[in-house]
Antibody, heavy 121, light 108 residues
Framework: QVQLQESGPGLVKPSETLSLTCTVS????????WSWIRQPAGKGLEWIGR???????NYNPSLKSRVTMSVVTSNNQFSLKLSSVTAADTAVYYC???????????????WGPGTLVTVSS | SYELTQPPSVSVSPGQTARITCSGDALPKKFAYWYQQKSGQAPVLVIYEDNKRPSGIPERFSGSSSGTMATLTLSGAQVEDEADYYCYSTDSSGNLWVFGGGTKLTVL
């Protein structure tokens, strides 16, 4: 059973870059797609982006200009960087594993527990 | 942009059938997925590809899709099913993946 765990600073200053890492255990990071999703307190879920390898990433257009994802296969980790953050980026950030189903559709079958990131000075 | 629309809340008594809808323009050609999120927890997949149930999900959970609307049905809802439910799908291009706004299911 694959397990995911997010890690990174819980507090980021406005205009700085949010950086999170997801460590995958119980399975290889290779041959799967991996996503980041976030959820502001009391609000709904927002898909941030998806990565297969550092050369194959797909980002939410609303965040694309500020998002970078990468994979470190040797460490079984993938990461998220979100630049120029504001208070609106305060949220619980989840990492998740994507499965590719029928007709190439993606869906999440495993999630990390989530980590709260607060943007504040 | 692309949106999936869900009712904010649905309420049923224990043992009744709860139906949660999700509407989106691309749903006639794209699959719908459903996630259950209990308070303070990560979401859990309960239905994938419109109507398939992952292993470990009770049979009372079922899904269907017709035209621009997908529906999650809980037949004989139980108190333990109280949670927020989110539909998830993609736009016609397949590049933007979105969640619906979520539906709070109350069973009491």
């Amino acid at each position: 059973q694959v397990q995911l765990q997010e890690s990174g600073p819980g507090l980021v200053k406005p205009s700085e870059t949010l950086s999170l890492t997801c460590t995958v255990s119980g399975g290889s990071i290779s041959s799967y797609y991996w996503s980041w999703i976030r959820q502001p307190a009391g609000k709904g879920l927002e898909w941030i982006g998806r990565i297969y390898s550092s050369a194959r990433a797909n980002y939410n257009p609303s965040l694309k200009s500020r998002v970078t994802m990468s994979v470190v296969t040797s460490n079984n980790q993938f990461s998220l960087k979100l630049s120029s953050v504001t208070a609106a980026d305060t949220a619980v950030y989840y990492c998740a594993r994507d499965l590719v189903g029928t007709a190439g559709a993606y869906y999440f079958d495993s999630w990390g527990p989530g980590t709260l990131v607060t943007v504040s000075s | 942009s692309y949106e999936l629309t869900q009712p904010p809340s649905v309420s049923v008594s224990p043992g009744q059938t709860a139906r949660i809808t999700c509407s989106g323009d691309a749903l006639p050609k794209k699959f719908a997925y459903w996630y259950q999120q209990k308070s303070g927890q990560a979401p859990v997949l309960v239905i994938y590809e419109d109507n398939k149930r992952p292993s470990g999900i009770p049979e009372r959970f079922s899904g269907s899709s017709s035209g621009t609307m997908a529906t999650l049905t809980l037949s004989g809802a139980q108190v333990e099913d109280e949670a927020d439910y989110y539909c998830y799908s993609t736009d016609s291009s397949g590049n933007l993946w979105v969640f619906g706004g979520g539906t709070k299911l109350t069973v009491l």
